[in-house]
C-alpha cells in the first residue's frame, strides 16, 4: 500500500507571497492532520480534516488554512508569508479521527 | 492546555550502554506514541501506546505508559550507532480527533 505522499517536497517563496501545499493520504485512510516543526516551537498542530470538514484547529493565525477534498486529499495554504513560516510542514493520515496517524515526508518550504 | 515534556533535550551515549528517555503529560490520556526522526527527514512510528500499564518493544527498545503518573519511558538497552536519532513522544485525547501534542524531542547520539 503506498504511503502518505506529499507535494512539492522543496519550496522556496518570498515574503509576502503565498502557498498551497498537497498531501495525499493513505488509500481508504479518510483523516488528514497538518503539523509545522520549526527549530524554535518543534512540532506543532495546525489542522485535521476528515470527511472534507475541519474537524480541529491548532493556535496559528488565520494565514493559515486547509481543506479536504472528496477524494480525501488535502491541500494547506499560507498567504502573506514570513520568514517565520520557514519548516518543515507535514501531512500524515489515519484511518479515522482519533486514529493511529501516519506521517507523509514532508515539504520543506523556506521564505526569503 | 496539554503539555508534553520530554527529558532529557540531548543524551550522548557510548555504543553498549543502556538509557531512558522519559515522557510527562500533563493531562489524563491513555493514548502516547513514540516517534523517531532521522535528519531531514519525516517521522517513524515507533510504538502506540493505548493503556495503563502497556509496554512494548522492538529490538533495543522498549516503551512503557503510566496513566496514573501521567509517565512513558523509552528504555535503550545496549546502544548501537544506528539508534542515532531524535526521539518524539506525542500525546492525543480520546474523543477529540487527530490532534497530537509532541514533546520537545531527545536529540540521541550513540558514538562508537
Known amino acids: 500500500k503506498a504511503g502518505v505522499t506529499q507535494t512539492p517536497r522543496y519550496l522556496i517563496k518570498t515574503r509576502g507571497q503565498q502557498v498551497t501545499l498537497s498531501c495525499s493520504p493513505i488509500?481508504?485512510?479518510?483523516?488528514v492532520s497538518w503539523y509545522q516543526q520549526t527549530p524554535g516551537q518543534g512540532l506543532q498542530f495546525l489542522f485535521e480534516y476528515f470527511s472534507e470538514t475541519q474537524r480541529n484547529k491548532g493556535n496559528f493565525p488565520g494565514r493559515f488554512s486547509g481543506r479536504q477534498f472528496s477524494n480525501s486529499r488535502s491541500e494547506m495554504n499560507v498567504s502573506t508569508l514570513e520568514l517565520g513560516d520557514s519548516a518543515l510542514y507535514l501531512c500524515?493520515?489515519?484511518?479515522?479521527?482519533?486514529?493511529?496517524?501516519?506521517f507523509g515526508p514532508g515539504t520543506r518550504l523556506t521564505v526569503t | 492546555e496539554l503539555k508534553v515534556e520530554q527529558n532529557p533535550l540531548f543524551l550522548s551515549m557510548q555504543e553498549g550502554k543502556n538509557y531512558t528517555i522519559y515522557c510527562n503529560y500533563s493531562t489524563t490520556s491513555d493514548r502516547l506514541y513514540w516517534y523517531r526522526q532521522d535528519p531531514g527527514k519525516s517521522l517513524e512510528s515507533l510504538f502506540v501506546l493505548l493503556s495503563n500499564g502497556a509496554v512494548k518493544q522492538e529490538g533495543r527498545l522498549m516503551a512503557s505508559l503510566d496513566t496514573k503518573a501521567r509517565l512513558s519511558t523509552l528504555h535503550i538497552t545496549a546502544a548501537v550507532h544506528d539508534l542515532s536519532a531524535t526521539y518524539f513522544c506525542?500525546?492525543?485525547?480520546?474523543?477529540?480527533?487527530?490532534?497530537?501534542?509532541f514533546g520537545t524531542g531527545t536529540r540521541l547520539q550513540v558514538t562508537l
Open positions: 500524515a493520515s489515519s484511518p479515522r479521527t482519533g486514529g493511529e496517524q501516519y
Open positions: 506525542a500525546v492525543d485525547i480520546y474523543g477529540i480527533g487527530s490532534k497530537l501534542t
Open positions: 488509500s481508504g485512510h479518510r483523516s
